[in-house]
């Protein structure tokens, strides 16, 4: 099965992603390429494949990519071959990606299940995304104007989950996880 996880900047996405995967082994994640330099901490094959700008365009034209958005200035962008490659090992696949990435996953995969993460609320995620120490005040703007109009399309998702308390929202994840493959398995029957 296809699952996606999106939500705006400062979530939190990140930091479930990686518990959901410390709990579970058969889940495999699709690591996305981006054209950002990393931030403290990340790490080129884990965190994202970095490239430059001028790779990303070439790797576009190539016709490397599901589906990739520019975002914050930045590219990102999912490897065709390295899904393709996943879901040949009998893996199912979690994807990170942006609200843009989600909605072009989904018009690809019906099969694929959508999961949108939500802040407590606006003051939070502001809070959260000024704690990183990462952002000038141009690109917290950026990210602030771009949230809200991600936040709109929440209800384009399946599943709705508040990152209020991580333990909270990685157990209703798993959850929705579980109940769609069960789903699945079922539908085969």
């Given amino acids: 099965m296809l699952f ?5 900047s400062g979530v939190g996405k990140g930091t479930v992603i990686q518990e959901i995967l410390r709990r579970r082994q058969d889940l495999s994640v699709s690591i996305s390429y ?15 494949f970095f490239v430059s700008r001028a790779v990303f365009e070439q790797m576009v034209a190539a016709g490397e990519f599901l589906e990739y958005a520019e975002v914050h200035r930045n590219y990102y962008g999912t490897s065709r071959a390295q899904v393709r490659k996943m879901l040949d090992s009998g893996r199912n696949v979690l994807f990170e990606v942006d609200v843009q990435g989600g909605i ?6 019906k099969e694929l299940r959508s999961i949108f993460i939500l802040p407590p609320g ?9 704690n990183r120490g990462t952002e000038t005040p141009e690109t917290l703007r950026l ?3 771009t949230m809200r109009g991600e936040m709109l399309k929440a209800g384009e998702y399946d599943y709705q989950v508040v990152n209020n308390k991580l ?3 990685v157990e209703k994840i798993n959850k929705i996880i579980d109940r769609e493959i069960k789903l699945e398995k079922e ?3």
Avoid: M
């Fill in 4 to 8: 996606v996880i999106s939500g705006p």
């Fill in 34 to 48: 981006t054209s950002r330099a990393p931030r403290a901490g990340e790490t080129d094959g884990l965190s994202y």
């Fill in 104 to 109: 072009n996953l989904r018009r690809q995969f």
């Fill in 122 to 130: 606006e003051a939070e995620l502001v809070k959260r995304i000024k």
């Fill in 143 to 145: 990210r602030l104007e």
């Fill in 167 to 169: 333990d909270a929202c």
């Fill in 187 to 189: 539908s085969r029957r």
